[in-house]
Antibody, heavy 121, light 107 residues
Framework: QIQLQQSGPGLLKPSQTLSLTCGISGDSVSSSSATWDWIRQSPSRGLEWLGRTYYRSKWYNDYALSVKSRLTINSDTSKNQFSLQLNSVTPEDTAVYYC???????????WGQGILVTVSS | DIQMTQSPSSLSASVGDRVTITCRASQPISTYLNWYQQKPGNAPSLLIYAASRLQSGVPSRFSGSGSGTDFTLTISSLQPEDFATYYCQQSHGIPYTFGQGTNLEIK
């Protein structure tokens, strides 16, 4: 069974960098049939897809335009995990952040447990 | 970006009722449409993928249909555990986008 385990801080101050990690068990971050995605959820923005990383002979990333200038998603094959770094956070970045696996080029079939991230001075 | 619009935003129903939730895309997306169920405090859970395919382990009372711009999720006979929020999501193009959700409540 595939499991995604998230870790990272839950409270940040404005202008800081948000760093979250998603550990994978039961699959490989280098899988040629999956992408590894980050999604966040807030009352004001609903469910918002942020970006993904995936391996197809080499590593690729895609980012939502709304966060593209601030977001980096990386993979770590030695630890079988992927990570999110969001720079210069503001209170608008307050949300529950999820990692998830996407397969079939289409659907998100396994999700992490979610981490509530609050940005407040 | 492709906009996804769900209706209704909220719905009250009773155990045993047949319920239909609709999702409309702002442009044609073929059958690149997925449905998720979310209960408070939990991550969304995949119910239906590719518009009509039932995810493994999901009860057969759930079904999906549609293609192009209009899609439906139907629950044939509501069970107590089905009261939750439901989201559609398009995977036709990046960025993937979600509907605003339909909150299914007990009448």
């Amino acid at each position: 069974q595939i499991q995604l385990q998230q870790s990272g801080p839950g409270l940040l101050k404005p202008s800081q960098t948000l760093s979250l990690t998603c550990g994978i068990s039961g699959d490989s971050v280098s899988s040629s049939s999956a992408t590894w995605d980050w999604i966040r959820q807030s009352p004001s923005r609903g469910l918002e897809w942020l970006g993904r990383t995936y391996y197809r002979s080499k590593w690729y990333n895609d980012y939502a335009l709304s966060v593209k200038s601030r977001l980096t998603i990386n993979s770590d094959t030695s630890k079988n995990q992927f990570s999110l770094q969001l720079n210069s956070v503001t209170p608008e970045d307050t949300a529950v952040y999820y990692c998830a696996r996407l397969i079939g080029n289409s659907w998100l079939d396994f999700w992490g447990q979610g981490i509530l991230v609050t940005v407040s001075s | 970006d492709i906009q996804m619009t769900q209706s209704p935003s909220s719905l009250s129903a009773s155990v045993g009722d047949r319920v239909t939730i609709t999702c409309r895309a702002s442009q044609p997306i073929s059958t690149y449409l997925n449905w998720y169920q979310q209960k408070p405090g939990n991550a969304p859970s995949l119910l239906i993928y590719a518009a009509s395919r039932l995810q493994s382990g999901v009860p057969s009372r759930f079904s999906g249909s549609g293609s192009g711009t209009d899609f439906t999720l139907t629950i044939s006979s509501l069970q107590p555990e089905d009261f939750a929020t439901y989201y559609c999501q398009q995977s036709h193009g990046i960025p993937y986008t979600f509907g605003q959700g339909t909150n299914l409540e007990i009448k």
